[in-house]
């Protein structure tokens, strides 16, 4: 039986690319959750008002891919001490957050952050929110798989 899990790690772009690869992840998609407004576009999230963050949705065989190593890629592909921000994005779209779809996820993911935090990887506290999945709105068409269908790999600077 497939699972999903849902993550915001700044742009959505190169995270979906990254979660795209894994062997066992089935299926990605790019869209907008957390927020207060039914139906966002991109230009409503980018207005900073809307609450939403970008996220990544990922469809996965837990008999393949874990969610503990879902949560071990999200944590190297961002730096989540950063708030409401990544690299040369700001703003609140941009937050570090994995949201919940089981009560077992909240416990991986609060677990994991735990360890990440007692670990002294990073001298800043953690700023990753962890907060219940709420209704995933999928972004426009031209932001899926925006990466590789333009030959890229990743979209650091």
């Not at 730096?79 to 991986?108: K, L």
Request: proline share 5%.
């Amino acid at each position: 039986m497939t699972q999903v899990a849902t993550f915001g790690a700044g742009c959505f772009w190169s995270p979906e690319e990254t979660f795209r690869r894994l062997k066992g992840v089935l299926n990605t998609a790019v869209g907008y959750m957390g927020g207060h407004l039914d139906n966002p576009t991109y230009s409503d999230v980018c207005t900073d008002q809307t609450g939403h963050a970008e996220v990544v949705q990922v469809t996965f065989d837990p008999d393949v891919i874990s969610y503990d190593d879902l949560l071990n890629v999200f944590w190297g592909i961002h730096d989540p001490t950063q708030i409401n921000r990544q690299g040369p994005d700001v703003g609140t779209q941009y937050r570090s957050v994995i949201f919940f779809h089981t009560p077992e996820q909240e416990q991986a993911a609060r677990a994991s952050m735990q360890k990440l935090a007692n670990s002294g990887r990073y001298p800043r506290r953690l700023a990753t929110e962890i907060v219940p999945a709420s209704t995933f709105w999928r972004a426009e068409e031209y932001h899926q798989r925006y990466l590789s269908k333009r030959g890229m790999e990743s979209c650091h600077f």
